[in-house]
């Protein structure tokens, strides 16, 4: 494989949790890093855990075990192990990997670049934070846009608004804006704080995910599909204790922030993600 196109795969495969947090799942990282089998690659797993531990990180937080459905022979559906990867545990599974393997090299130096970005990150101010979440959720929708018409769906508008329908409490779009007092002709996104948008790409790339994974085909099905993911990442916005996303203030409009910031003096600014 290409290095370039693991690079890319890695991109990929990141996804984003309500609480802003880069995560990856085991399954996806497996084949990227050269891996065919899974017995193989849980060695890897249970040395980066060891690793992680010696550092005085619990690995219980970077290394978090689930299970996955797949279908099997004759269409039963089977129980698989899986697991959730925080940035820094790939980055030590990519460094307890077999050196020989030229992916391995390649993911060290992605993941390494990733901690640094997310170094900048940190050091932005809130208001550059929001405007780099927001073109994230924008890419989101956009690949989210693509697998839905790729699923058969023709009415995005209704297919969008079954998202927004899951996410916040069977409010739509219009609904959403009267609540919070937003102008009908502004984009709810743009108004949108860190959790917000947050909230809303974590949907958008396990919508886009689960279209995709599961094949879904027709306009119905993929709504269907759409609303369900929203009020899933709402159920676990609940879970851990966030605020409900129709119940967080509007804040300043991001365009009002790109444009006062063209305004300000030139500095060195973090690389937006495509």
């Not at 949907?203 to 279209?211: C, F, G, N, S, V």
Request: charged residues 30%.
């Amino acid at each position: 494989m290409e290095l370039d196109a693991i690079v890319k795969l890695l991109d990929s495969k990141k996804q984003i949790a309500p609480n802003e947090q880069e995560f990856w799942m085991a399954r996806d990282l497996m084949p990227i890093l050269g891996y065919s089998e899974w017995r193989n690659f849980k060695g890897v797993i249970e040395d980066a855990k060891i690793a992680c531990d010696k550092s005085g990180s619990p690995s219980a937080y970077h290394f978090v075990e689930t299970t996955d459905e797949m279908t099997g022979g004759k269409g039963a559906q089977i129980q698989r192990e899986n697991m959730f990867l925080s940035r820094y545990a790939c980055y030590l599974i990519a460094m307890n990997g077999e050196p020989s393997k030229p992916e391995i090299a390649t993911a060290q130096t992605y993941f390494a670049i990733q901690t640094r970005r997310q170094e900048q990150f940190d050091q932005l101010t809130n208001e550059e934070k929001r405007i780099e979440l927001r073109e994230r959720v924008k890419a989101a929708n956009k690949y989210l846009g693509s697998a839905a018409k790729n699923a058969g769906v023709s009415n995005f508008a209704v297919f969008f608004d079954a998202g927004y329908r899951g996410l916040y409490g069977g409010l739509g779009l219009t609904d959403i804006k009267q609540k919070k007092g937003i102008p009908l002709k502004e984009d709810l996104l743009d108004r949108a704080g860190r959790a917000e948008l947050a909230a809303n790409e974590f949907k958008a790339t396990q919508a886009e995910q689960r279209l995709t994974r599961e094949r879904i085909q027709g306009q119905y099905t993929a709504t269907k599909v759409h609303h369900e993911v929203g009020k899933e990442v709402r159920a676990a916005i609940k879970k851990i204790g966030g605020t409900m996303p129709e119940e967080l203030s509007p804040e300043e409009s991001v365009k009002k922030l790109r444009a006062k910031r063209k305004r300000l003096p030139k500095t060195k600014q973090l690389p937006l993600e495509n």
